[in-house]
C-alpha cells in the first residue's frame, strides 16, 4: 500500500509542476501538428479543433491531477501551453505567424472546453492507471485524423461578388477592366500581413482565346478569356495561380502545405451595368478552399476576396474618373 502511494504521489508531482504542464502538452501537440500538416497535408477538423482540444485537455489534467486548483490558473496554463505549441510550430516553419493569429480564437474557445474537460478527470484520479484516459486521447487523436482524411467530401465551390459605382459609360471603363495600370496605393491591412494583393493586369490578344494576367504580390493569375462581350461581360478561367499568401516567420520563405492547393480560384468575371451615363462594375471570384472547419473558415476567405476585389475595382474607378 505505501509503495502504491508513493508512486501516485511520485506522479502527482511531476505532473503538476507547472513547466510539465505547460511544456509537455505542447509538444506532443507539435508531434501531431507535424504528423497532420507533413505528413497527410490535411487542415481539417481534427487540427484544428481535435488538436487545441487534446493539448488543453492535457495541460488542465497535468495542472489539476489529485488537487483542486482555481479554474483561472489551469486555463493560463493551458494558454500558455498553446502559445507555446504556436511557437514551437513557427520555429521549426511548419507556418507562419499569421495563419497561427488567423487560428487563434477558434483556438482559445476551443481550449475553454479541454480546460474544463481535463479539470474535471484530473481531479477525480486517484491511481496511476487513471492516466490512461490521456494516452488513450493521444493515440485516438493521429487515427482520428487519418479517418477523416479518407473520407473527407470534395469541398465547395463559393463565389464572391463586389460592385462599384464608376461616373463614366461602360465604353471608357471596358478598357481599364480587361489591363489595369500598375496600383501605385501601398497595400494596408490584412495585404501588410502577407495576404496576396493585385498590383496590375495585362492582356495578350482581343477576344475569346486570349490571356490575360492578373500580376500579385506572390506571383500572376493566369487568365485564358472564355467569354468576350465588349463593353458588357469579360469572363475567364483561372489556369495557374500563384501562392495566397507569403508567411510572416522568422524565415525568409516558409513553404507551407496550405499555400498549395487548399484555396484555388477556378474561374471570374467582370461584368458592367451601365446606368444613366454611370456603370455599375462587378467582380465575380468562383473559388473553392479545403480547410475545416468551413464554418470558421469561409467567412474569412470571403472577407480575403472581397478586399482584393475592392482593391482592383476602386483602382479601376480612380483611374477611369481621373481620365
Same mark, same amino acid.
Given at each position: 500500500?505505501?509503495?502504491?502511494?508513493?508512486?501516485?504521489?511520485?506522479?502527482?508531482?511531476?505532473?503538476?509542476?507547472?513547466?510539465?504542464?505547460?511544456?509537455?502538452?505542447?509538444?506532443?501537440?507539435?508531434?501531431?501538428?507535424?504528423?497532420?500538416?507533413?505528413?497527410?497535408?490535411?487542415?481539417?477538423?481534427?487540427?484544428?479543433?481535435?488538436?487545441?482540444?487534446?493539448?488543453?485537455?492535457?495541460?488542465?489534467?497535468?495542472?489539476?491531477?489529485?488537487?483542486?486548483?482555481?479554474?483561472?490558473?489551469?486555463?493560463?496554463?493551458?494558454?500558455?501551453?498553446?502559445? !507555446?505549441?504556436? *511557437?514551437?510550430?513557427? $520555429?521549426?516553419?511548419?507556418?507562419?505567424?499569421?495563419?497561427?493569429? @488567423? %487560428? &487563434?480564437?477558434? =483556438?482559445?474557445?476551443?481550449?475553454?472546453?479541454?480546460?474544463? !474537460?481535463?479539470? *474535471?478527470?484530473?481531479? $477525480?484520479?486517484?491511481?496511476?492507471?487513471?492516466?490512461?484516459?490521456? @494516452? %488513450? &486521447?493521444?493515440? =485516438?487523436?493521429?487515427?482520428?485524423?487519418?479517418?477523416?482524411?479518407?473520407?473527407?467530401?470534395?469541398?465547395?465551390?463559393?463565389?464572391?461578388?463586389?460592385?462599384?459605382?464608376?461616373?463614366?459609360?461602360?465604353?471608357?471603363?471596358?478598357?481599364?477592366?480587361?489591363?489595369?495600370?500598375?496600383?501605385?496605393?501601398?497595400?494596408?491591412?490584412?495585404?501588410?500581413?502577407?495576404?496576396?494583393?493585385?498590383?496590375?493586369?495585362?492582356?495578350?490578344?482581343?477576344?475569346?482565346?486570349?490571356?490575360?494576367?492578373?500580376?500579385?504580390?506572390?506571383?500572376?493569375?493566369?487568365?485564358?478569356?472564355?467569354?468576350?462581350?465588349?463593353?458588357?461581360?469579360?469572363?475567364?478561367?483561372?489556369?495557374?495561380?500563384?501562392?495566397?499568401?507569403?508567411?510572416?516567420?522568422?524565415?525568409?520563405?516558409?513553404?507551407?502545405?496550405?499555400?498549395?492547393?487548399?484555396?484555388?480560384?477556378?474561374?471570374?468575371?467582370?461584368?458592367?451595368?451601365?446606368?444613366?451615363?454611370?456603370?455599375?462594375?462587378?467582380?465575380?471570384?468562383?473559388?473553392?478552399?479545403?480547410?475545416?472547419?468551413?464554418?470558421?473558415?469561409?467567412?474569412?476567405?470571403?472577407?480575403?476576396?472581397?478586399?482584393?476585389?475592392?482593391?482592383?475595382?476602386?483602382?479601376?474607378?480612380?483611374?477611369?474618373?481621373?481620365?
Amino acid at each position: 500500500m505505501t509503495a502504491k502511494t508513493t508512486s501516485v504521489d511520485r506522479l502527482q508531482r511531476t505532473l503538476n509542476q507547472s513547466w510539465f504542464a505547460v511544456v509537455a502538452p505542447a509538444v506532443i501537440g507539435l508531434v501531431l501538428a507535424v504528423f497532420s500538416v507533413r505528413f497527410l497535408k490535411n487542415y481539417g477538423w481534427s487540427l484544428f479543433l481535435g488538436l487545441p482540444w487534446l493539448v488543453s485537455f492535457l495541460s488542465a489534467f497535468c495542472s489539476s491531477f489529485r488537487r483542486e486548483i482555481a479554474f483561472w490558473i489551469v486555463y493560463g496554463k493551458v494558454v500558455l501551453s498553446v502559445l !507555446l505549441l504556436g *511557437a514551437g510550430i513557427m $520555429i521549426i516553419a511548419l507556418d507562419g505567424a499569421l495563419c497561427l493569429l @488567423m %487560428a &487563434l480564437p477558434l =483556438t482559445l474557445t476551443i481550449a475553454l472546453v479541454g480546460a474544463a !474537460l481535463g479539470v *474535471a478527470v484530473g481531479q $477525480i484520479s486517484r491511481r496511476p492507471r487513471s492516466t490512461a484516459v490521456p @494516452m %488513450a &486521447l493521444i493515440v =485516438t487523436l493521429p487515427g482520428m485524423t487519418v479517418v477523416e482524411q479518407a473520407h473527407r467530401p470534395p469541398p465547395e465551390l463559393r463565389s464572391v461578388t463586389t460592385r462599384v459605382e464608376i461616373a463614366a459609360p461602360a465604353k471608357r471603363v471596358w478598357p481599364v477592366v480587361i489591363a489595369f495600370p500598375k496600383i501605385a496605393e501601398a497595400p494596408t491591412g490584412i495585404f501588410r500581413g502577407g495576404i496576396a494583393y493585385p498590383t496590375e493586369a495585362h492582356i495578350d490578344g482581343t477576344g475569346v482565346g486570349a490571356v490575360r494576367y492578373c500580376v500579385f504580390s506572390t506571383g500572376d493569375f493566369v487568365e485564358p478569356i472564355t467569354a468576350w462581350e465588349e463593353p458588357m461581360r469579360l469572363a475567364f478561367n483561372v489556369s495557374s495561380y500563384p501562392p495566397p499568401m507569403k508567411e510572416l516567420s522568422f524565415y525568409e520563405h516558409v513553404d507551407a502545405p496550405h499555400l498549395h492547393g487548399f484555396m484555388i480560384s477556378e474561374r471570374g468575371q467582370f461584368r458592367l451595368i451601365e446606368r444613366d451615363g454611370k456603370t455599375i462594375l462587378e467582380g465575380t471570384t468562383w473559388y473553392h478552399h479545403d480547410l475545416s472547419p468551413a464554418c470558421y473558415w469561409v467567412p474569412m476567405s470571403d472577407a480575403i476576396i472581397h478586399r482584393i476585389h475592392q482593391r482592383v475595382l476602386d483602382h479601376i474607378k480612380r483611374t477611369v474618373e481621373a481620365r
